[in-house]
C-alpha cells in the first residue's frame, strides 16, 4: 500500500508570492491534516479535511487556506508569501472510524522563501 | 489553552535506557501519542495511550496519567538508530473533531 506522498519536495519563492502545496492520502483514508513544521515552534496544526469539508483549524491567519476533493487528495495554498512561512509543511491521512486513530504522515514539502 | 512540555535534548550511550517525558495542559483530552522523527523524514507512529497505564511494544514503552497530565517514552537497550526526535502529542477533541496538538520534540542522541 503506498505511503502519503506529497508535491513538490522543495519549493524556493519569494515574499509576496503564493503557492499550492498537494497532499495524496493512503487510499481509503478520508480525513487529511496539515501541519507547519518550524525549529522554534515545533508541528502546528494548521487544519483538517474530511469529506471535502475542513473540519477543524488552528490558529494561523487566513492567508493559510487548503481544500479536499472527492478523491480525498488535499491541496493546502499560502498566499502573500512571508519570510516567516518557510517550514516543513507535513500532511498526514488517517482512517475514520475502527480502533485505529493513527495518522500517517508524508514527507513532507520544503518551503524557502526568500 | 493547550500546552505540552518536554525535554529540548538528551544524550545516552548504546544499550542503556532512556525514558523521555512529557507533561501536558489541555482541553479536550482523549489520548497521548508518541511519534519519531529522523532529520530530515516524516514523523513516524511509534505508540497510542488512552487509558492510564504501560503500553509495551517491543523495545519501546509508553506510559500515561491523565489525572496527572504525564506520559513517558520509555526506550531501552538503545540502538545508534535510535537517535532521532520524539514528539508528544495530545489528541484534543474540544471542538468535536480530533486535531493533534504536538510538543516541540526531544531530540536524542545515541552515544556508542
Known amino acids: 500500500k503506498a505511503g502519503v506522498t506529497q508535491t513538490p519536495r522543495y519549493l524556493i519563492k519569494t515574499r509576496g508570492q503564493q503557492v499550492t502545496l498537494s497532499c495524496s492520502p493512503i487510499s481509503g483514508h478520508r480525513s487529511v491534516s496539515w501541519y507547519q513544521q518550524t525549529p522554534g515552534q515545533g508541528l502546528q496544526f494548521l487544519f483538517e479535511y474530511f469529506s471535502e469539508t475542513q473540519r477543524n483549524k488552528g490558529n494561523f491567519p487566513g492567508r493559510f487556506s487548503g481544500r479536499q476533493f472527492s478523491n480525498s487528495r488535499s491541496e493546502m495554498n499560502v498566499s502573500t508569501l512571508e519570510l516567516g512561512d518557510s517550514a516543513l509543511y507535513l500532511c498526514?491521512?488517517?482512517?475514520?472510524?475502527?480502533?485505529?486513530?493513527?495518522?500517517?504522515f508524508g514527507p513532507g514539502t520544503r518551503l524557502t522563501v526568500l | 489553552g493547550q500546552n505540552i512540555d518536554q525535554p529540548t535534548e538528551m544524550t545516552a550511550t548504546e544499550g542503556a535506557i532512556v525514558q523521555i517525558n512529557c507533561t501536558y495542559q489541555t482541553s479536550g483530552f482523549n489520548g497521548l501519542f508518541w511519534y519519531q522523527q529522523h532529520a530530515g523524514e516524516a514523523p513516524t507512529f511509534l505508540s497510542y495511550?488512552?487509558?492510564?497505564g504501560l503500553e509495551e511494544k517491543g523495545r519501546f514503552s509508553s506510559f500515561l496519567s491523565r489525572s496527572k497530565g504525564y506520559s513517558y517514552l520509555l526506550l531501552k537497550e538503545l540502538q545508534m538508530k535510535d537517535s532521532a526526535s520524539y514528539l508528544c502529542?495530545?489528541?484534543?477533541?474540544?471542538?468535536?473533531?480530533?486535531?493533534?496538538?504536538f510538543g516541540t520534540g526531544t531530540r536524542l542522541l545515541v552515544s556508542p
Open positions: 498526514a491521512s488517517r482512517k475514520i472510524g475502527g480502533l485505529g486513530n493513527e495518522q500517517f
Open positions: 502529542a495530545v489528541r484534543d477533541l474540544s471542538t468535536g473533531f480530533q486535531k493533534l496538538v
Open positions: 495511550n488512552v487509558l492510564d
